[in-house]
């Protein structure tokens, strides 16, 4: 194996996305071969002896692609420091390989969550370059009037910038199915807030062309042989 980049080698191993294994390794966290290597620019081969927060860490061979439907009450991580329930605590049990989410989705949010050991997918999925829809259904605290809905269609100002244009279809009464390519933080929530609305709930049904369908509330599949196609192609664009 020729040598990769360290955040990568952690990403392939399921230790946590890309940009997360970043901010470990400045963190300090991560050694190599008992040094620790807290540059981002070190490389590692398998040959390394790599660990984080002293635990071994290798190559999984075995590549796993997961979609959950996750609850509220849960964060999107694999370890939460104020002990919080995780993702992870939904898939363990019958999960032997560590995955990581790929993204995020706020704690009181709901719908489809992506976890794999796959680095690559993951750094793709998540990269704003590739602009992957991702489609939610919001309950709002009142009905919408048109012109709120146009709005949230041409952009607002949220922490001072202008969101992208969107996808909005006013579903009924006070309920609406919006699709975004940004991935802001709270940014649906956000956005409602610009039109002068709070939302009361919200689920993710859509990432790209992969669907929750009906998958029971925490509870979780292996994804299909033709999503796992959409996936790699996402990665050779």
């Not at 360290?6 to 040094?35: H, P, T, Y």
């Not at 620019?41 to 999984?60: M, Y």
Request: glycine fraction near 8%; charged fraction near 30%.
């Amino acid at each position: 194996m020729e040598e990769i980049r360290l955040q990568k080698f952690l990403a392939d191993c399921g230790v946590a996305s890309r940009r997360k294994a970043e901010k470990m390794i400045v963190q300090g966290r991560v050694s190599v071969n008992g040094i620790v290597a807290d540059k981002l620019g070190t490389k590692v081969s398998v040959d390394d002896t790599v660990t984080v927060d002293g635990r071994a860490v290798s190559l999984s061979n075995k590549k796993i692609y997961m979609l959950l439907n996750k609850p509220s009450g849960y964060v999107t991580t694999v370890s939460d420091e104020c002990g919080r329930k995780t993702v992870i605590d939904l898939v363990k049990d019958e999960v032997k390989e560590r995955v990581y989410p790929v993204g995020r989705l706020d704690f009181e949010t709901e719908g489809l969550l992506l976890l794999t050991n796959d680095g690559d997918v993951a750094y793709a999925l998540t990269h704003p370059k590739h602009h992957i829809p991702k489609t939610y259904i919001a309950v709002l605290d009142s009905v919408p009037s048109p012109a709120s809905v146009e709005k949230l269609r041409r952009g607002v100002i949220i922490d001072g910038r202008k969101t992208a244009p969107s996808k909005v279809e006013w579903l009924k009464d006070n309920i609406i199915k919006i699709m975004i390519h940004e991935g802001r933080n709270r940014q649906i929530r956000k956005m409602a807030e610009a039109v002068g609305h709070s939302v009361v709930s919200l689920k993710r049904i859509s990432i790209g062309e992969i669907n929750l369908g009906n998958i029971p509330l925490g509870r979780w599949r292996h994804l299909t042989k033709t999503e796992l196609e959409y996936l790699k192609k996402q990665v050779s664009e």
